[in-house]
C-alpha cells in the first residue's frame, strides 16, 4: 500500500476542480449533465467563477475562504494479517527471507482500511449540494485510477451535517463524502544476526563445530556446546535407566 494514500485522493480532488476553473465551462456541462435547468446552470456557474473552490487538508476553520472541501483520515485500521507475528522466517524453498542487500529480514504483510472523508462547506445550501456532487463524481470516476495504486474493495458513502459553531459560522452548510478502501502494505523486520527461536530437530555433531552460511564460528562454538550438553537415556529390560 503506498505510504500516502490520502495524497493521491487529494491530488486527483485538486487536479480535477482545477481543471474546472481553468474551463468553466465543463462545470457549466457537469451540472447540465446533472439535470440543472439553464438558468439554475447559469447561476452557478457564475458563482463558481466568482468564489472558487479551494481543497485543503484536515478540517476548515472559520477563517478559511469558503467555499471549500477539506479532506480528513476518517478512520484507519488493520483487517488482516497475510504475513504476520507467528509467520515462519522461511520462504517456500526453505530459505530465509533476504532484502535487497542480502541481509536475513523477517517481512510482514498487512491489509489496511482506510476511510477518507471530503468535507465540503459552503455559504449557500444550492452551491454545497453542486460541489458535493461534483466530490462524488470525482471519486466515484477515479475508482481506476486508485486501483492501478494497488486501492481495492473500494466503496462509498455520504451524508449532510451540521457546522460545529466552535469552528465555524452557524450559517455555513456542510456535506461529507467518503471513500473507503482496502490495500495491502509490507515492512521488513531487519535481524543483526541469525536468532534461533526454536529446535525443529536433533543433530550429531563430532569434535568440529557445525557451519552454516548463516552461523558465524562463535555462533556454531555455542550451538555445539549446548549439544554437547544433552544427556540421552534409554530403558533397558529391567526397565533401569541407563546413561548413554
Known sequence: MSAFVERLIFTRLESQIQLLKDEPVLYERF???CGLDEEEV??????WEERPVTVVHGYARGETAFPVVALILGTESTVQDYLGEDAE?????GEYYRDDNGNIVDPHIRRWEQRYDAWVYANHPDECLYL???IKHILVSGRREFQSEGLDEITYNGAELAPDPRYLPSDTFVRRFSI?????EQYDEQFDELRITRATGMVVADDEPPTTPEMTPDQAEEVLGTVRKVTS?????NEDAEET
Not at 447559469?42 to 458563482?47: F, G, S
Open 233 to 237: 537415556y534409554v530403558t533397558t529390560e
Open 42 to 47: 447559469k447561476y452557478a456557474r457564475e458563482r
Open 31 to 33: 451540472l447540465t449533465g
Open 132 to 134: 458535493y456532487q461534483l
Open 89 to 93: 522466517m522461511l520462504d517456500e524453498e
Open 180 to 184: 473507503t478502501l482496502r490495500a495491502d
